[in-house]
């Protein structure tokens, strides 16, 4: 499966989320500590899910990207 990752940046770390798996976070100092723990995190959220005979969310949400024009 492939889900949708969103990734922001604090003040001295960064964070990320899964919005089809709500309660799936991690946190790292740059953005490919924070995905690597992400998907730890991920695979462990998920057996839990499976222990307990909960569905596994299917990925739905889409990314794209909105450019604009600077202003003159």
């Known amino acids: 499966m492939r889900y949708s ?3 922001e940046k604090g003040e001295k770390n960064y964070s990320a989320y899964l919005p089809d798996v709500p309660g799936c ?17 991920l695979e462990m959220h ?3 899910l499976r222990e307990d005979g909960l569905p596994i969310p299917e990925p739905s949400t889409q990314v794209d990207y909105i450019t604009l024009e600077e202003a003159s």
């Open 25 to 41: 976070i991690a946190t790292g100092g740059t953005p490919e500590i924070t995905i690597k723990r992400l998907a730890e995190a």
């Open 5 to 7: 990752v969103v990734i």
């Open 46 to 48: 998920l057996a839990g």
